[in-house]
Nanobody
Framework: VQLQASGGGLVQAGGSLRLSCAAS????????MGWFRQAPGKERELVAA????????YHADSVKGRATISRDNAKNMVYLQMNSLKPEDTAVYYC?????????????????WGQGTQVTVSS
């Protein structure tokens, strides 16, 4: 599966962004999908993830209540809606696909990665 992330940008604190990830290739529904981020000097972290049907989701404590992951299997798309953005949300955001379709929070499963999209939140 090939992944293309988009939707990043520069936004003021308190603003919103919706990140999109387009998947190509077959069997999109076979994959759990996740959004990761990596800030300068920090390790990559799982921000949100969804099972293949979208019925099981995970959101990191750092974004819980402010971010929502969703997927549209008919369009091979995954989204991350982020609200009330904070400067500490600044990072490169990556979408990823994992093979354990029903356990999206298992980070070791993610083997396919998009190119990343930069999110910068100004204070």
């Amino acid at each position: 599966v090939q992944l293309q992330a988009s939707g990043g940008g520069l936004v003021q604190a308190g603003g919103s962004l919706r990140l999109s990830c387009a998947a190509s290739g077959r069997s999109f529904i076979s994959y759990a999908m996740g959004w990761f981020r990596q800030a300068p000097g920090k390790e990559r972290e799982l921000v949100a993830a969804t099972s293949w049907r979208g019925d099981i989701t995970y959101h990191a404590d750092s974004v819980k209540g402010r971010a929502t992951i969703s997927r549209d299997n008919a369009k091979n798309m995954v989204y991350l809606q982020m609200n009330s953005l904070k400067p500490e949300d600044t990072a490169v955001y990556y979408c990823a696909a994992g093979s354990v379709a029903s356990r999206p929070a298992v980070t070791s499963q993610y083997k396919y990665w998009g190119q990343g999209t930069q999110v910068t939140v100004s204070s």
